[in-house]
Structure formats: structure tokens, C-alpha cells
């Protein structure tokens, strides 16, 4: 079509392709699948190595990486679709460690553009398919797959898994799939496939996924009854459909939960051992050498500098249970910026016991809520007469003016949203020096 071969020669570059596809559909987020599998249909989209995929409310960005660095330090060729970014577009397709090239990317958008003709897609659909067929053409061993939003409808689960990971359930995105665990729960289960491994990592799953698992004769593996793991200060274990590892090393990602999404990620490599055989020596390389920015990242420095992409009530509890555990620190500075569809109460009332001056920051889309509403939401809750508040436009003028005040002995925590670390990161990773605006990126 004329149509489709114009808009071919007019995208160039990535940031041409990306800005195409968000005109392309009315809908920012259109629940389904029939569109999208008809256009990888079009396209002969397949994998011919074990796919996992991974949903949950929180953990996936972690228990993928963790499932990368292991497989990686097992010697397998490695392909990784997740997402959101935090600064870069290329952040959400890595291929053996490394993010993919927007070459690579240009020349997979042309190829979706061809392929879908008449057919309208969302961003998000679009983008998928563009990245699934550069993971599928690039020689892999292993293909991990996050789910973006929900798991039954989500343009990922047109690709039919050989093993299915479900993280911690939490009530987010209420307006989409629902407003109990249950609920959202099954929409979680809809990644799961007859007859393949079903890892759930949630220590109390929603009945509703075991359900699904038992109706569609899933193979499942819960945490507490097929695998367990144990530990103290210094090491921890894990034992599974035996399978054991002992004496391993803390991961390299910081924070109690991490111990729960390294399980669940012990329990698929079990599972997948047939296939994907990996020694114990890359478990503890895998997890010793992990990195996976934005989640509760901690930056050396004076003052200390934490960064957290923590966005619902219950990744918020846990970074406030991760910054209770840092010791102490004479003042907490807070930057913080959130989308306007957040359950805000309880993400502010959580963390207003550990924040002394709280700096709110406007955010660069339409989904955001205003610095200004984010300041009066926690005004209207706070019981705290002695911390302060101001609005920022952005999150690393918030920043700049966090590290002007912090002394050499406080922290800053940058938390709330993708876009808000993100908005930090922009020009890497900050160096912070007491008393001073925020300098440019590490080496």
C-alpha cells in the first residue's frame, strides 16, 4: 500500500519510529490480542529456544535480570525484552548483556510497519513486536520475555511460553485488571501454558492463579511447598524438586525481596534444567555479578543517594523496610514524582515517618500527577511538623536542589516512578557532593 511505503522512507531514525507509533492507534493502552497476533502471524514471528515469561506487580525487572546473569555466566546466548526504560529506548531489548543497537531496531520497525498494512496498533503492540522479532532473528539460546501490564491481554503473551514466572501480586493498575489480588491474579495466570512450568513466587498467591494452573494442567511450582529458601546475615539457601544450593552469596541486588525473586528464578532454572542446563557455579556468579539500575540502587557518596523506581503501596513498603535497614542518617530528602493514577495515600503515608524534606517533581507525560498535587496529597495526610516540601519541574532540578541542602551525612532517595529515576539518570549517574548541586555522570 502507498501509505505504508511513504511511512518507510519518512522514518530514519528510532526516535522517527517512536514517535510514529504513538499516532498510530486512539488508544494509549487497547487490552487485547487479536491485532497484534495477526500482524506476528504476518511477520512468521516465532522462537525456536525456551522462552520464559515473567509477570507480577513487582519484581519482574529483577527476577529477569537475575535469570540473564545466570544464564550469561552459564554460556548461553541470552535475549531480553523488558520494559518501561528508564532513560533510553535501547534499555528494553538487551541480546547476550548488551542493549540492542537502534539500527537493529530501525530495521524491525520497517518490518512491522510492512507487515500491518491496515491494521492499528498501540505503542506499546508496535514497539513488542518490533523488538520480539529482533530477539527472534539474533541466534539465541534463551529469550526472557517481561510481561508489560497484566499478563492475559498483554501484547508479550501472543508468544506461547515454556516457562512462566509470577512475581509478588499487588493492587495496581486497578482500572485495567481489577481491583482485588484476585482479580489481577488472573490476569497474571494468562501467561501460564499447559504443561509447562508455572513458577509463583508470591508467598501467598491469589487463589485465583493456582486455580487457572490446576484448570489448564499447568505444572506448578509454589513457593513454601515445591521450593524453599532460607538464610542469615551472611549467606542463604535454597532448596528445590531436588535440587539444593548452599552457602550462596546475598545478590548483588539489594533489598529483602531480592531473596523471594531469586528463588522464583532457582525454581525455573530447575524446571528448565533439561534444556537450559546451568551449573551451580553460575548461580553464584550470575547473582554475585547482577546490576539492574533503578532498583533500590544506592550510589556511594556524600550524601548517599538511593534510587528507587518503586511506584505502588506495596514496592513502596519494601523500599521503606530497605531504608530502615541502612542505618541511620540525620535527614532524608525525597525526591518524588508519580503518575496521577496511583493509589498516592498509602505510597505517602508509608514513607512520611522517613522523609524530612520532600522535594515534588512534574514529570514529562500526560499520565503524571503535577509536583504541585503530589504536595498537597501529602500535605493533606502528613502529621509532621517538622518537615518542609517544595515543587520542582522536573526531577533533577528536585535533585540539584535536594543535594544543595543535604549535609556530607544524609541521603537523598529518588523514588516513585520510571520516569522520575529515569529523569536523573538522564545524563548518568550523578555524583552528589554535600552542599552543591548535583555533578555530572560517573565514569
Not at 46 to 65: H, I, L, M, Q, Y
Not at 142 to 166: F, Q
Request: charged share 20%; hydrophobic share 45%; net charge neutral.
Amino acid at each position: 500500500m502507498p501509505r505504508v511505503k511513504d511511512n518507510r522512507r519518512l522514518m530514519k531514525t528510532l526516535d522517527d519510529w517512536l514517535a510514529h507509533c504513538e499516532q498510530l492507534h486512539p488508544k494509549t493502552i487497547d487490552m487485547g490480542l487479536d491485532r497484534v497476533r495477526a500482524v506476528a502471524e504476518r511477520m512468521g514471528l516465532r522462537f525456536d529456544c525456551p522462552v520464559f515469561t515473567v509477570a507480577g506487580t513487582n519484581g519482574k525487572g529483577s527476577t529477569c535480570a537475575m535469570l540473564e546473569a545466570i544464564l550469561t555466566q552459564a554460556g548461553f546466548r541470552t535475549g531480553l525484552f523488558t520494559s518501561p526504560h528508564l532513560v533510553r529506548f535501547e534499555e528494553r531489548c538487551r541480546i547476550r548483556g548488551q542493549n540492542v543497537d537502534a539500527s537493529d531496531l530501525v530495521a524491525a520497525f520497517a518490518r512491522v510497519e510492512s507487515a500491518r498494512a491496515e491494521i492499528s496498533l498501540t505503542y506499546f503492540e508496535f514497539t513488542t513486536l518490533a523488538i520480539l522479532d529482533t530477539l527472534a532473528r539474533a541466534g539465541l539460546d534463551a529469550v526472557i520475555l517481561e510481561v508489560g501490564l497484566g499478563g492475559r491481554l498483554d501484547a508479550v503473551n501472543i508468544i506461547d511460553t515454556d516457562c512462566a514466572i509470577i512475581t509478588s501480586i499487588d493492587i495496581d493498575h486497578a482500572e485495567l485488571l481489577g481491583d482485588t489480588r484476585e482479580k489481577i491474579g488472573f490476569e497474571k495466570a494468562g501467561i501460564l501454558r499447559t504443561g509447562r512450568p508455572a513458577i509463583v513466587s508470591d508467598p501467598v498467591p491469589p487463589q485465583s492463579v493456582i486455580d487457572r494452573a490446576t484448570e489448564i494442567g499447568a505444572d506448578l511450582w509454589l513457593l513454601g511447598r515445591d521450593f524453599n529458601y532460607s538464610g542469615d546475615k551472611q549467606q542463604w539457601a535454597w532448596a528445590g524438586r531436588g535440587r539444593r544450593y548452599a552457602g550462596l552469596a546475598y545478590p548483588a541486588l539489594r533489598g529483602a525481596n531480592q531473596l523471594i525473586n531469586a528463588s522464583g528464578v532457582l525454581a525455573a532454572l530447575t524446571a528448565m534444567r533439561q534444556q537450559l542446563p546451568v551449573t551451580a557455579q553460575a548461580v553464584r556468579n550470575g547473582l554475585a555479578l547482577v546490576d539492574l539500575p533503578g532498583r533500590f540502587q544506592v550510589v556511594p557518596g556524600q550524601p548517599a543517594l538511593v534510587l528507587d523506581v518503586a511506584h505502588n503501596p506495596h514496592s513502596v513498603a519494601a523500599l521503606a523496610l530497605n531504608l530502615d535497614a541502612m542505618g541511620f542518617y540525620p535527614t532524608t530528602h525525597a525526591v518524588f514524582g508519580a503518575m496521577a493514577d496511583k493509589d498516592l495515600a498509602p505510597m505517602l503515608h508509608r514513607m512520611d515517618p522517613l522523609v524530612d524534606r520532600w522535594y515534588f517533581a512534574d514529570l514529562p507525560t500526560p499520565r503524571a500527577a503535577s509536583g504541585a498535587a503530589l504536595q498537597a496529597a501529602w500535605q493533606a495526610l502528613t502529621q509532621r511538623k517538622d518537615a518542609s516540601s517544595a515543587v520542582f519541574s522536573q526531577p533533577l532540578d528536585a535533585l540539584h536542589a535536594a543535594a544543595a541542602k543535604a549535609q556530607a551525612a544524609d541521603r537523598i532517595v529518588v523514588f516513585g516512578s520510571f520516569y522520575t529515576v529515569g529523569g536523573v539518570l538522564e545524563h548518568g549517574t550523578p555524583r552528589l557532593q554535600a552542599g552543591a548541586a548535583a555533578q555530572g555522570p560517573r565514569g
